[in-house]
């Protein structure tokens, strides 16, 4: 069994500021993690994957993850946001040769002025 | 490249009414997701396929049904539309679920439906 969770459903930080997207996750077997953004009225876009190579991975627009095997953990972060980040972002994981991946709830990220 | 391609974008129903959401893909991806996104609820799996003539129940298949007679073709049918169906949908696709990490999903931009 696999299952993901979002610890904010929201984040509001000044721009300019890092951010911290926060993402726990639980699953039997080696999964694979991956990042989704949704800006307001559009589909999900991939910001990056870890799959089993390099524990810290970087993805679009200056974001990245590590993968925490202890902690099961799977944070998201960028050391400055900009006003263009504005959007859902989704943390999600698959068991590995799973074709059903898991989503968490999201989580909204808020860039002040 | 088109990706993955839904229509329509929007559409009201009235109680009662059917419909069908379709959903193209041209990257020959032999596996297809259909999800419904409410606030604050995540997406959820309605029914996906893992090949063309093969299709299984997600997690709220309820009220639901669909086919996968091509591999790039996968509609959403709507039967006996409720108020509970009012959501945003989205199709994706991707390549593989094997090995390990390669599936990564490509969506569509979602198919807004109001039901009154």
């Known amino acids: 069994a696999q299952s993901v969770t979002q610890l904010d459903s929201h984040v509001s930080v000044s721009e300019g500021t890092p951010v911290l997207l926060r993402c726990n996750y639980s699953s039997s077997y080696s999964p694979s993690l991956f990042w989704y953004v949704q800006h307001p009225n559009k589909g999900l876009q991939l910001l990056l994957k870890y799959t089993s190579a390099a524990t810290l991975v970087k993805g679009i627009n200056g974001f990245e993850a590590e993968f925490k095997k202890s902690e099961t953990s799977f944070h998201l972060t960028k050391p400055s946001a900009h006003m263009s980040d504005a959007a859902e972002y989704f943390c999600v994981v698959s068991v590995g040769g799973s074709y059903i991946p898991t989503f968490g709830r999201g989580t909204s990220l808020i860039v002040h002025p | 490249n088109a990706g993955v391609t839904q229509t329509p974008k929007f559409r009201i129903l009235k109680i009662g009414q059917s419909m069908t959401l379709q959903c193209t893909q041209d990257?020959?991806?032999?596996?297809m997701y259909w999800y419904r996104q409410d606030p604050g609820m995540g997406l959820k799996l309605i029914y996906y396929s893992v090949g063309a003539g093969i299709t299984d129940k997600g997690e709220v298949p309820n009220g639901y049904n669909v086919s996968r007679s091509t591999t790039e073709d996968f509609p959403l049918r709507l039967e006996l539309a409720a108020p509970s169906q009012t959501s945003v949908y989205f199709c994706?696709?991707?390549?593989?679920?094997?090995?390990?990490?390669?599936?990564?999903?490509?969506f569509g931009a979602g198919s807004r439906l109001t039901v009154l």
């Open positions: 990257m020959n991806h032999n596996y």
């Open positions: 994706a696709s991707s390549s593989s679920g094997v090995p390990s990490g390669a599936n990564v999903l490509t």
